[in-house]
């Protein structure tokens, strides 16, 4: 996963959840229709399989916006709290 645009389309197209193409970032997790941690699971395990990494659950729990999500995903092996740290 390389964007934000890669991280929506996982959202919309894998877990089958209503965003829209336009959506950013910004776009809190908590507004996205649906929404649950039954979902949070999934994308925990969709990103595992994606970015080969594993993904701290804590941190994600923690996350707000897609952005939020995306910095972790994308953050480096052991930089996870840091990414999370930075995202508040």
Do not use: F, K, N, Y
């Not at 959202?11 to 089958?16: A, E, Q, T, V």
């Not at 990494?53 to 804590?58: A, C, G, V």
């Not at 923690?62 to 508040?88: C, K």
């Amino acid at each position: 996963m390389t964007g934000i645009d890669d991280l929506l389309s996982l959202l919309r197209d894998d877990l089958g959840l209503p965003v829209d193409d336009g959506e950013d970032g910004s776009l809190r997790l908590e507004a996205i229709s649906g929404w649950d941690s039954v979902h949070l699971l999934w994308l925990v395990t969709a990103l595992e399989e994606r970015t080969g990494s594993r993904l701290s659950l804590p941190d994600l729990l923690d996350a707000v916006t897609v952005a939020d999500v995306h910095r972790l995903a994308t953050a480096g092996p052991g930089s996870q709290g840091e990414a999370a740290a930075g995202a508040r």
